[in-house]
């Protein structure tokens, strides 16, 4: 039974920096290369950032360019993005996925989190 737990998600100011934590349980979770996608009101669901098992970044979208920072630890099963200077542009669903590879590539993951809202006040 796999599951992906995301917290941090709720009400901030633009300008904040609130931190999203995924929990991963019932897997290996250092055989998965994870990664944070989004989605809007309106908008179809993008993919934010990936990171790999050993922990380089491997993607970003070039809105959250010098502002986003994807990270894992191996140790506590756990996955985060550190958001920077938050702009009302990023109010959306965010979503921790997971998937069996040494690097993410496509927008198929093996598992997805439930998602936690992430709304920026103007």
């Known amino acids: 039974q796999v599951q992906l737990v995301e917290s941090g998600g709720g009400l901030v100011q633009a300008g904040g920096s609130p931190r999203l934590s995924c929990a991963a349980s019932?897997?290996?979770?250092?055989?998965?290369?994870m990664a944070w996608f989004r989605q809007a009101p309106g908008k179809e669901r993008e993919p934010v950032m990936a990171?790999?098992?050993?922990?380089?970044?491997?993607y970003y979208v070039d809105s959250v360019k010098g502002r986003f920072t994807i990270s894992r630890d191996n140790g506590n099963n756990t996955v985060y993005l550190q958001m920077n200077s938050l702009k009302p542009e990023d109010t959306a669903v965010y979503y921790c996925?997971?998937?069996?590879?040494?690097?993410?590539?496509?927008?198929?993951?093996?598992?997805w989190g439930q998602g936690t809202q992430v709304t920026v006040s103007s």
């Open positions: 996925a997971a998937k069996y590879s040494s690097i993410w590539y496509g927008n198929t993951p093996n598992y």
């Open positions: 990171i790999s098992r050993r922990g380089s970044t491997t």
């Open positions: 019932g897997l290996t979770f250092s055989s998965y290369s």
